[in-house]
DNA sequence: AGATATCTGTAGTGTTCACTACAGATGTGG
DNA sequence: CCACATCTGTAGTGAACACTACAGATATCT
């Protein structure tokens, strides 16, 4: 028995053009029109290869947060927390401002409010932006271990302060903050991490 | 000549319930059903009084904009500069988890990317978070001409950092951040903006 | 080569969307 | 009480939506 005919389209690039456009638009915004165009397929072959538009946001959403791993393994590498907050947050500022991407982060931009039916978008969203906020904990609570942070000094709220502030710094992102505003907010932001480290 | 049928339904009233569920699905996860339905109005109705999805929306954030400008008011009557600060954060910690209203703030979950033909509503928000945003920096070049604030203090910075700090709360409150958490965070971008104050 | 399994493109499907035509109701001004 | 202006409720409108039936194309496996 034969193994039927092969897919004519490179999956994994034609995510990231479905990335780029839930990206810009968010889910709800998001036509399957707009979809196959960018995608260059059409809507049958979209379907075999993803199930469904919620579908096919998952898998764009496991290709991006694959690379966000990748990221922050980098990020928490670093050998000070002192380090991992400065990296995490001005690649933060760098990344949302990166003219190769729509401005931002696909976690916020993706949609955090979503109509009756498609409720389970914003907590797909918020579930992998939760990720992000553990593995900054984890990574404090070792330097905590360390001596590398205070005695009084709290991993999970430092994580949460961080992450709050990176969320922010979407929200400026998408309404049109350069580089340099969210690098000015990221300085910040260390200053405060700084404060709390020691603690 | 009469002056036609009075209107049967209180607008005002009725512009609460829109926003509330703007608020809680954004604008494009928002139906005219499901607002008629929460307004307890027909169609033709809201449509003679608002004359769209986005007037209604509109007219909506008019409503929110003048509650949050006697808010504001209240904010910017804190006689230091750091008090403004600390009302500002601690207040949208309380607000944006208060029980009477969608988590987080109608201005970002009202919508940070949306669809073609909806590209105006972004701005629209975005201009309205900006609003805040100045008022805050008016506030602190008034401090630094009082010498409330540093010599090398920068009242554009320290608003931007606040107003981006209440964002990432609103993200973080749209994913179901307790109002501990937010204060938390509150707490530690105050003693960052004392810093920088002093500056 | 033949049978089979899967993909691709065309051309739709029913549903839901924002919005409205129309007729009857209800007020005001004369 | 009558003419008129505006609102209200019923019942739709065309358009856009996510999704799919189907037929032909193209590969693999025997």
Redesign the pocket.
């Known amino acids: 028995?034969?193994?039927?005919?092969?897919?004519?389209?490179d999956a994994d690039a034609a995510l990231d053009r479905a990335m780029d456009v839930f990206w810009r638009h968010g889910y709800e915004g998001?036509?399957?029109?707009q979809l196959t165009e960018a995608m260059s397929?059409?809507?049958?072959?979209l379907?075999?290869?993803f199930g469904?538009?919620?579908g096919l946001l998952k898998a764009a959403l496991d290709r991006y947060t694959e690379r966000r791993d990748a990221w922050m393994e980098k990020v928490v590498g670093a050998s000070t927390a002192r380090e991992v907050a400065e990296r995490f947050l001005m690649e933060h500022a760098d990344a949302q401002t990166d003219p190769a991407n729509p401005p931002g982060c696909l976690l916020v931009q993706g949609g955090l409010a979503c109509?009756t039916g498609s409720e389970n978008v914003p907590f797909e969203l918020a579930a992998r932006r939760t990720r992000t906020e553990d593995q900054l904990r984890e990574r404090f609570v070792r330097a905590k271990g360390e001596r590398d942070l205070g005695e009084n000094a709290d991993p999970a709220m430092l994580a949460r302060y961080l992450s709050a502030v990176t969320s922010g710094m979407c929200v400026m992102a998408s309404s049109g903050a350069d580089r340099n505003a969210l690098r000015e907010i990221a300085a910040v932001s260390l200053k405060a991490f700084d404060e709390q480290a020691k603690a």
Chains 1, 2 share one sequence.
């Open positions: 028995m034969g193994m039927g005919r092969p897919r004519a389209f998001t036509t399957i029109a397929i059409n809507p049958p072959s379907y075999a290869a469904s538009k919620e109509g």
